[in-house]
């Protein structure tokens, strides 16, 4: 691999799958997204010359790509949503809790807050790859926080 | 600045966001609102929880994307390259419209086809001109070729 595509695997491969992971919550497929996103770029880069807009590309790349497997499991069967992430990806409280909340927001506010907290992208970069304008994103990652903020609270008030 | 304001901008303030201004108004009324502290801890509360929550992919999939990748060759150019894919993708796109009509599912609206008929009319990025270009702001974005 040529060192500067090296630089932008080992930079990104993580978080490119942990965002795919967070929107399907299936590990084989979030895999499945990450190795055919960065096969795909590699073909591609070289027609680059921003490092911005390769990230921009790639993430836009992931985040379509499982939106798409998402609409094909959605397609074979209408019980949308309920392919859950198999238990023993959950080694630890934290994420135990946050797959727990993030599991009940839908995908079109789960996939910015993704964007922003595990890529910490802004919000003109979330805005480049979803291709929303900057205040559908602002308002959809404000709207999806305070949704996990209640959903939080209530879990402590029931003694979850 | 009131409460309200205050928790509207909690999550931009954390990413650093807004004016200096809007900044320096929402630290003065943290230090002495209870309540907006609460908000701001649980904010930072939830936002931990994504940096502890990594995963990592498994080794198996790495090895075989490095494998892959070394066997390629590299940094081909997009035109000829992606035509063709795009012409699978909208193949694709009729087959799995074809499906929804056949298996009744269109009469099942919801969120999630919503979100992505509204966000995600293209499967493959508009890229034969090498540009990432957003319709709804009219922004070019990138500084591609
Ligand atoms: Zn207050």
Redesign the interface.
């Known amino acids: 691999?040529?060192e500067r595509?090296e630089k932008l695997?080992r930079e990104n491969?993580?978080y490119v799958?942990?965002v795919a992971?967070g929107i399907l919550r299936n590990?084989a497929e979030?895999?499945d997204v990450?190795?055919n996103v960065?096969?795909k770029l590699?073909?591609?880069?070289?027609?680059?010359?921003?490092e911005?807009?390769i990230r921009?590309?790639l993430y836009?790349?992931a985040v379509?790509r499982s939106?798409?497997l998402?609409?094909?499991r959605?397609?074979r069967s209408?019980k949308?949503?309920q392919i859950e992430l198999p238990q023993n990806?959950v080694n630890?409280q934290?994420?135990a809790?946050?797959?727990s909340?993030m599991s009940r927001l839908?995908?079109?506010l789960r996939t910015p807050i993704l964007l922003?907290?595990?890529a910490g992208f802004?919000?003109k970069e979330i805005?480049?790859i979803?291709?929303?304008?900057?205040g559908?994103v602002?308002s959809r990652?404000?709207r999806g926080?305070t949704r996990?903020?209640e959903m939080?609270?209530k879990e402590v008030m029931h003694g979850v | 600045m009131e409460c309200k304001t205050v928790k509207e901008l909690l999550y931009d303030y954390t990413k650093n966001e807004i004016s200096a201004g809007q900044k320096e108004s929402i630290a003065s009324h943290i230090k002495q609102c209870h309540e907006c502290t609460a908000e701001y801890d649980e904010l930072i509360r939830l936002k931990a929880l994504f940096g502890s929550s990594l995963e990592s992919p498994s080794p198996v999939v790495l090895a075989s994307i490095r494998e892959k990748l070394a066997a390629a060759p590299s940094g081909r150019r997009l035109h000829g390259f992606l035509r063709p894919v795009i012409g699978i993708a909208a193949a694709v796109m009729i087959i799995a419209s074809a499906g929804f009509y056949t298996s009744g599912i269109i009469s099942h609206k919801n969120n999630i086809t919503d979100y992505m008929i509204e966000s995600y009319e293209v499967v493959e990025p508009e890229f034969y001109d090498n540009t990432v270009y957003n319709y709804e702001t009219d922004i070019l974005y990138g500084d591609v070729l």
């Open positions: 691999m040529e595509f695997y491969a993580r799958y942990n992971l590990k979030a895999e990450m190795q960065f096969i590699f073909e591609t880069y070289g027609s680059f010359r921003g911005s807009s921009t590309y836009r790349m379509n939106i798409d998402i609409r094909v959605s397609n209408s949308l949503e990806t630890n934290a994420k809790e946050l797959d909340l839908p995908v079109e922003s907290e595990i802004s919000y805005s480049a979803l291709q929303l304008n900057i559908t602002k990652i404000n926080m996990l903020k939080a609270a």
